[in-house]
């Protein structure tokens, strides 16, 4: 199994950037991927970006791209997630997750991270 510890959320204004980090411990070395959702208050959790952990190959959400950068550190197990010009509506709890294959859903989460975005 692997353990997930999200960091680096916090309040920022509107325009402004964060970086998310997740540090993975554990099962690292099977690793198929590893994603970053996030859930506003009553609404569902939603997908933001992904990266596989070989590859690097990326993936995001319609709403994030071009503002977000997810990337990873393997030698550190690290992920992060780069948010950029951050917008009220990105308020959120963001969740890491990680995976050990593409054919399975996000099964391994992290404990999540409040990220707030003033107006």
């Known amino acids: 199994q692997v353990q997930l510890v999200e960091s680096g959320g916090g309040l920022v204004q509107a325009g402004g950037s964060l970086r998310l980090s997740c540090a993975a411990s554990?099962?690292?070395?099977?690793?198929?991927?590893m994603g970053w959702f996030r859930q506003a208050p009553g609404k569902e959790r939603e997908f933001v970006a992904a990266?596989?952990?070989?590859?690097?190959?990326?993936y995001y959400a319609d709403s994030v791209k071009g503002r977000f950068t997810i990337s990873r550190d393997n030698a550190k197990n690290t992920v992060y997630l780069q948010m950029n010009s951050l917008k009220p509506e990105d308020t959120a709890v963001y969740y890491c997750?990680?995976?050990?294959?593409?054919?399975?859903?996000?099964?391994?989460w992290g404990q999540g991270t409040q990220v707030t975005v003033s107006s």
């Open positions: 554990g099962r690292t070395f099977s690793i198929y991927s």
């Open positions: 997750a990680a995976r050990y294959s593409g054919y399975v859903e996000y099964d391994y």
């Open positions: 990266i596989t952990w070989s590859g690097g190959n990326t």
